[in-house]
């Protein structure tokens, strides 16, 4: 198989520091990529690396097949958006956005018109085409230097945060038309992003890096349901977690006990590798808690006191003491309310099927 | 380029009394005295001036050698501005490419000069030329203008956001391209500022004449000491010192001109694209 963007064991390290460590990729042909990530976890410099701006230490970089080490960032055809904006100061909004046309021998004044034209529009620019970048809007700006990599159709694209300055509504638009466009012009692009309805509505695939390594990489939807450790778990989305060790195994069905006590149910598959004894950690969604069931004969029941109540506008967030230090988050259809205020105690039960097996 | 006005400031207005009586009493007296006295008749050192005339001025500007005088000293001066600009900018360029610590060692290396006494360097600067040539004054001058455009360059140049650079590189253009598109646009007004103060040094340099022209190379400033200290015709040398003034004026504010120069390209570009993008007119 051919990729377009293709990384093998690339890494960066500073000094002692290793900002990137060991990153792994393969992306297809105008596949879109969003890598995910908490502040310092070495996004922008792997997209550094990518658009030639710095060496990695080690790792070899391809696009198209072709090894990208020593290659300068102009004879790479990629573009990048930039963190922070980066535009022309001395240059007008036009001519920013036609930048890199200009620099792949496009002269043509009646084509670059019209393609800048066609920009403005998608990112809703038009009439500040004669200003300066200092005459703009920290959004405005942004938008101008997203459309100043989009314009060019390169092999491939590099977002470092596109959107982060941009209202709400703005960004929801903006990003379905970058996708659009993506797509129509099939384009490989790396979409940065702290946010992660921005990267699940974006991506094809979506990439969490954590301290330098790429942890899992997975379609959108397994994202959220099937985290593979617990650090995605815990960034994407909100869970609780329980740690214990397996005390048995039935094919996917495991009991576990926790370290606060707790025998827990779950079926998850793959279970049936485990062995007794081992050590492991259960996550589950707080939306995936069942409140009530007092006395029933419910698997996994729990209860705990409330220590607070947050209100969510579609639902309501308790904050609940399980005993042991032990907090757990547990959320509730407003339409489900339980009559539950602080310091009640509220039982719940955690749904087997939804509990979730993280750091294996 | 529109500058907005501050409308306050942290500073006292009274303050101001202190640097404006030491200007008025060192600088705006003598020169109105020295202004005066170019248009009277100089009688001796201690006497009374003589009656009212535009002698003084006539003969300058209808000798013809003291307009050769005036033109070397512009000649000389914009050349050597000229060769600093040119040798100052790919040394500042690297100053401000380097590590921190490298920086220190290099800026503190390139102002070392200005630490050498001037008539110190330029009796080591004797030993390699010859004196009394147009070659010596010239080196002199680049000698002694280069530092100055070398720190004032530095700031410009540092002031240029490297990721602008990079967002250049990664739109496809190579260094060069990067450089002349994106660097050096941006550095024009310090390259111009630093080579208005390298021309106006250079024209006022009297040490640099004196020692390496050796009597034979004659500029505005060795000629008005000469009037004022050898003839002892204080009348000419004030006529000679206001229109050298009044050049050295005129010189240093055509940087202004540049200013004015872009505002108007601003200007019309932002008209024809207007027009343009819109779709207005096609008429390119
Ligand atoms: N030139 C450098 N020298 C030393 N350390 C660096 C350098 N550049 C980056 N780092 C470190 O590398 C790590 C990764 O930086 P990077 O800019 O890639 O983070 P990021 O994931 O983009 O974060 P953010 O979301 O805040 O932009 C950070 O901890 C940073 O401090
Ligand atoms: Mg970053």
């Keep these: 198989m051919d990729y377009q963007l293709e990384l093998t ?25 969003s890598l995910l990530g908490s502040s310092g976890c070495g996004k922008t410099t792997t997209l550094r690396m990518i658009a030639g701006l710095i060496d990695p230490t080690r790792g070899t970089i391809r696009i198209q097949g072709q090894n990208m080490n020593g290659v300068p960032p102009h004879k790479r055809d990629i573009s990048m958006v930039f963190q922070n ?39 809703q620019l038009s009439g ?36 982060s300055n941009l209202d709400a509504k703005l960004r929801e638009r903006t990003r379905v038309e970058i996708r659009n466009l993506l797509k129509r012009m099939n384009v490989t692009a790396i979409y940065v992003t702290h946010d992660q309805e921005e990267a699940l509505t974006i991506s094809d695939r979506i990439a969490v890096m954590n301290k330098g390594k790429i942890e899992q990489i997975t379609v959108p939807t397994e994202l959220y349901t099937k985290p593979a450790t617990k650090f995605i778990a815990g960034f994407v989305g909100h869970a609780n977690f329980f740690e214990g060790t397996v005390q048995h195994v039935d094919g996917d069905r495991i009991l576990v006990k926790s370290k606060g006590g707790h025998l827990i149910q779950a079926v998850v598959p793959g279970a049936s590798q485990l062995s007794f004894g081992k050590e492991v950690t259960l ?78 | 380029m529109r500058r907005e006005k501050d409308t306050w400031s942290y500073v006292n207005i009274w303050y101001l009394i202190i640097p404006l009586a030491y200007v008025t009493f060192l600088f705006l007296i003598p020169i109105f005295k020295m202004i005066y006295m170019s248009f009277f008749e100089f009688q001796g050192v201690g006497k009374a ?49 380097v590590n921190a610590k490298a920086k220190h060692i290099l800026t503190a290396l390139s102002i070392l000069p200005l630490w050498v006494p001037i008539t110190v360097r330029l009796f080591g600067l004797m030993s390699l030329v010859e004196t009394g040539t147009l070659l010596a004054v010239e080196l002199g001058l680049v000698y002694c203008g280069l530092p100055y455009m070398i720190m004032i360059l530095t700031g410009p140049i540092g002031n240029v956001n490297r990721s602008v650079e990079e967002a250049s590189y990664v739109c496809g253009a190579g260094f060069w391209t990067t450089f002349f598109r994106i660097t050096f646009p941006l550095t024009i007004p310090g390259l111009v500022s630093g080579f208005m103060l390298v021309f106006a040094l250079n024209t006022a340099a009297f040490v640099v004449p004196v020692i390496l022209g050796n009597g034979k190379i004659i500029t505005m400033t060795t000629l008005i000491q000469q009037q004022a200290t050898y003839i002892y015709d204080w009348g000419f040398a004030a006529s000679i010192s ?22 108007r390209k601003a200007a019309r570009s932002e008209k024809l694209l207007r027009t343009a993008v819109r779709g207005e007119g096609e008429n390119l």
């Design chain 1, 9 to 33: 064991n690339v890494a960066k390290h500073y000094r002692d520091f290793i900002a990137v460590d060991n990153v792994d990729l393969q992306i297809k042909k105008g596949e879109i990529i």
């Design chain 1, 283 to 360: 996550a589950i969604r707080p939306e995936n808690i069942l409140a009530g069931g007092a006395g029933e004969n419910r698997p996994n029941l729990v209860s705990g006191t409330v220590t607070a109540r947050i209100y969510l506008g579609s639902t309501v967030r308790y904050l609940v003491d399980a005993g042991e230090g032990k907090e757990i988050e547990i959320d509730l259809q407003t339409k489900h309310l339980v009559d539950c205020g602080e310091g009640d105690t509220i039982h719940f039960s955690l749904d087997e099927n939804n509990l979730i097996l993280v750091d294996r």
């Design chain 1, 85 to 123: 904006y980066a535009l022309f100061p001395h240059l007008s909004v036009y001519e920013n956005i036609v930048y890199g046309l200009k620099m792949r021998k496009i002269r043509d004044k009646k084509v670059l018109m019209e393609r800048a034209r066609e920009m403005m529009d998608i990112v």
């Design chain 2, 242 to 263: 206001v229109i050298f003034l009044i050049v050295s004026m005129i010189i240093s504010n055509s940087g202004k001109l540049y200013d004015l120069w872009q505002a």
């Design chain 1, 128 to 163: 500040v085409e004669n200003r300066l970048p200092r005459e703009l809007s920290g959004g405005q700006q942004q938008r101008v230097s997203l459309a100043r990599a989009m314009i060019v159709e390169p092999k491939v694209m590099l977002f470092d945060e596109p959107l």
């Design chain 2, 49 to 97: 001036l003589g009656v009212f005339t535009w002698h003084n001025y006539a003969r300058f500007l209808m000798d013809p050698y003291y307009w050769k005088v005036l033109g070397l000293t512009v000649g000389l001066s914009f050349l050597s501005a000229v060769i600093c600009a040119v040798m100052g900018y790919p040394v500042a360029y690297h100053l401000c490419r």
